[in-house]
Every structure is written in structure tokens, then in C-alpha cells.
């Protein structure tokens, strides 16, 4: 029987885990240093305290109680030449290997020291808890770094919690600001203009302030300065500017390029017919396009890799990754959401309400072993 290890249960292992366990009958090795798969994409929803944690975290030493070995551990090498994983704790020999080790974020200058990054459960709960504490005093700035989908979406969440905080404690909302800083010339650069049209009006209504065209470059403890020059005094810094694909990558000896994994059409990382990847941790170029890091492509490509990864152990020809032009869907606190499909769009509160149906779907689904999509 051979082995399959998967190293991380996020969007991209954890749809893998599943679909595998149906297709091979040897055996599966699943290592998260996260007891829990969580769903990522509502985080701000734990921010704003809509949501207790556990609603949005599925159990994975329950759900692959039958079927498929799971280890909480922190990876810490891959060994390609001795085909082994190496983890805190253990040393595990691979027949096949399957890459999905997510993103961290990606600070600049000292960011990392005076920003919360925005990026893991323990990041929202964070937040979540120094947000609250603000509203012991009388004013405060708070500074969010990058208006793409999660800065975005978070400013606008945090911005309904903020009125409730000023209700509950007594302040006047007028005093407790909350800022997008955006390097380029428009919120969300990667959406399209339509769309990021249409969230601008959504997150100004929600008078969260953006400040465009204004760079970020370096920070001290309060403070943040900009590339213009100017300084701005911020209680809460949150980083929201940018990731890279996960560190372990580039301390093994893996194929990169441009700091990810450098995968095949087939999602083997290049010169290596026993490795896989997907989702953030690698880099898919398609007609001189790079693939998003979403957790919509992860799922997708955690499909064409559970295939291919029985293929290769059955030794009959992999299937291609043709990555789907898929839909966006955002939302920008609880009633206000945009869903983009093929062109058409549908905004407002029924497009808010997808994306918390869309949570509860994968939940629901995963927690019962289904691979069953709705976007993700
Ligand atoms: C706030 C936020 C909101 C988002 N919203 C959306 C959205 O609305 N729609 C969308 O499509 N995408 C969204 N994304 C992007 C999406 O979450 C990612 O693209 C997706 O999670 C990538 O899946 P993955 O499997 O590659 O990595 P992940 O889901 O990040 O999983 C990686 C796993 O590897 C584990 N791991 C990493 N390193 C180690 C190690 N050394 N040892 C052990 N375990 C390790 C981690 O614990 C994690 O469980 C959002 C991202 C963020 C941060």
C-alpha cells in the first residue's frame, strides 16, 4: 500500500483528503499544525463578533477519524531526496506528496512588529479583542493596509461593530475612524472596475475612509508612514497588503519561481512526479496569467490533483488543470454584498446572504466528509 502525505487541511488539502479517501485505498497522512480546518473567507465575521469561532471550524481529528490519518504537528522540512516530511515531533516517509500549505503574510519594513495581519483564525480573534479595547478611550484611528476583497471586507465589518461598541460603551462613533490605505489607483485592483465600482459606493456609504494612490512604507509602534510623506498616528494597524506563499516552500528544495512552487499542467511541482500542489503555496500560469490565490481555485485544483495523484499511483496518464473563470463574491458587512458571475452582477442584501449560505454550505458538506461545492 503506498502512502499519501498532505501537508496542510486548508481549502486546497483538506478537498483533496476527501476526494482521495474515495479514489485510492492507500493510505492518506494528513499534518496541520491547526487542530482545525477553518473557513478563512469569514473571518471579519469573527472580527465583528457575528460568529463564535467554532461555527466556522470544522474538527479534523473527528472528520478523518475512519479512513484517513491525521497528525496535528508543525511541518518543518521537506525532504525530496529521502522522501520524507519532517515534523516537530516525526519523520515520515512519502510514496506521494501533496503541497498545500497556504500563504503568510508577505510585511514590509517593520510591519510585522507594529501590524496585525489579517490571515489566520488566531489573527481575527487578535483583532477582535484590541478592537474592543479601543473603545475604553475617547477616539482612536484605525488603519487598515491594502483595500483589496479582505481589507475591504474588513473595514466594512469592523465599521458595524464600531457602532455598536460606541453604543454599548458610550462614545461618539465620529471619533473612532476607520482607513483603507491603497497604493494603487482604485479599491480591489484585481476585481473588475464594475465591481470595485459599485464596493467603493458600498464602503464609503459605510463612511469607512480610503485613502488612494497613498503607499505605505514603513511604521513605527503607533504610526505609519506613507510614501507621500505624510505620517499617520493609527492605535490599530492591520496588514492586509499583501502574502507570499508559505516559507517552507522556499527552504526545501522545491522548484520556485517568483517565491511560490513552480508547478506542471498537472500540478506537480516541476521535475518531481511523486509531488503535488495546490492553492496559495504555488504559482499557475495560464496564457502569461497568474491563477488567484482563492479558496474558489484551490478547491478546483484540489479536484484535478486527487485524481491525479491516484493516476500516478496507478501509473496511467494525469488530467490537466484548466483553471475555470469563476465567480467573485464579496461582502461588505452584513447587508451589502456583490456577486459577480459571468458579467452580471447582483448586489445588496440577497448577494450578502450567498456568501453566508456559501459558509454554512462548506461546513455543513466537509463536517460530513462531502465534497460537495458551492463556489468553495
Ligand atoms: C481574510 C481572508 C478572506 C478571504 N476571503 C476569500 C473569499 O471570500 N473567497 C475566496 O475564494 N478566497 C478568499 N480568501 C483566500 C483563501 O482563503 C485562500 O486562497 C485559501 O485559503 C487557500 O487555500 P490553501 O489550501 O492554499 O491554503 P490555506 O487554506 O491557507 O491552508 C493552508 C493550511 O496549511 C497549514 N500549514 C501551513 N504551514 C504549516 C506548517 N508549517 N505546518 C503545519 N501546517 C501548516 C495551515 O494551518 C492551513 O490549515 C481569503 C483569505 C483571507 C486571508
Known amino acids: 500500500m503506498a502512502k499519501i502525505i498532505i501537508l496542510g487541511a486548508g481549502f486546497g488539502g483538506l478537498d483533496a483528503a476527501l476526494m482521495l479517501r474515495k479514489k485510492v485505498k492507500d493510505e492518506i497522512f494528513v499534518i496541520d499544525r491547526s487542530k482545525f480546518h477553518n473557513f478563512i473567507p469569514s473571518l471579519d465575521e469573527v472580527v465583528a463578533k457575528n460568529v463564535k469561532q467554532e461555527k466556522l471550524q470544522i474538527n479534523l481529528e473527528k472528520l478523518f477519524l475512519k479512513k484517513t490519518d491525521f497528525m496535528q504537528d508543525e511541518i518543518v522540512r521537506i525532504d525530496t531526496e529521502r522522501k520524507v516530511v519532517v515534523t516537530k515531533t516525526n519523520t515520515l516517509h512519502y510514496d506521494a506528496l501533496l503541497v498545500a500549505l497556504g500563504s503568510e503574510p508577505d510585511f514590509i519594513d517593520n510591519f510585522q512588529e507594529n501590524s496585525i495581519a489579517f490571515k489566520t483564525m488566531a489573527d481575527a480573534t487578535r483583532i477582535a479583542e484590541d478592537f474592543e479595547k479601543l473603545f475604553d478611550r475617547d477616539s482612536a484611528a484605525i488603519m487598515i493596509i491594502g483595500a483589496g476583497s479582505t481589507g475591504a471586507e474588513l473595514a466594512c465589518t469592523m465599521m458595524e461593530r464600531k457602532e455598536k461598541l460606541c453604543k454599548k460603551k458610550g462614545k461618539k462613533p465620529e471619533n473612532f475612524k476607520i482607513t483603507l490605505v491603497e497604493k494603487r489607483e482604485r479599491v480591489l485592483h484585481r476585481l473588475p472596475e464594475q465591481v470595485a465600482q459599485v464596493a467603493e459606493g458600498y464602503i464609503k456609504e459605510m463612511k469607512v475612509e480610503i485613502m488612494l494612490n497613498e503607499e505605505a512604507v514603513s511604521s513605527e509602534k503607533g504610526k505609519i508612514m506613507l510614501k507621500s510623506g505624510k505620517t499617520m498616528e493609527s492605535d490599530m494597524i492591520i496588514w492586509c497588503a499583501g502574502i507570499k506563499s508559505s516559507i517552507l516552500i522556499s527552504e526545501s528544495n522545491l522548484p520556485m519561481e517568483k517565491g511560490s512552487l513552480k508547478v506542471n499542467k498537472f500540478l506537480q511541482a516541476e521535475g518531481f512526479e511523486d509531488i ?43 488530467t490537466e488543470y484548466r483553471p475555470k473563470k469563476n465567480p467573485i463574491l464579496l461582502k461588505l458587512g452584513r447587508n451589502n454584498g456583490i456577486f459577480w458571475n459571468h458579467e452580471k452582477m447582483t448586489r445588496g442584501y440577497y448577494a450578502a446572504k450567498l456568501k453566508k449560505f456559501v459558509e454554512k454550505y462548506h461546513i455543513f458538506t466537509r463536517k460530513h466528509g462531502k465534497m460537495m461545492k458551492l463556489l468553495y
Open 276 to 318: 503535488f500542489a495546490v492553492g496559495d503555496c504555488m504559482r499557475f500560469i495560464e496564457d502569461g496569467q497568474e491563477i488567484s490565490w482563492t479558496a474558489i481555485n484551490a478547491t478546483q485544483q484540489a479536484e484535478v490533483v486527487a485524481e491525479n495523484i491516484a493516476f500516478f499511483l496507478t501509473k496511467k496518464p494525469l
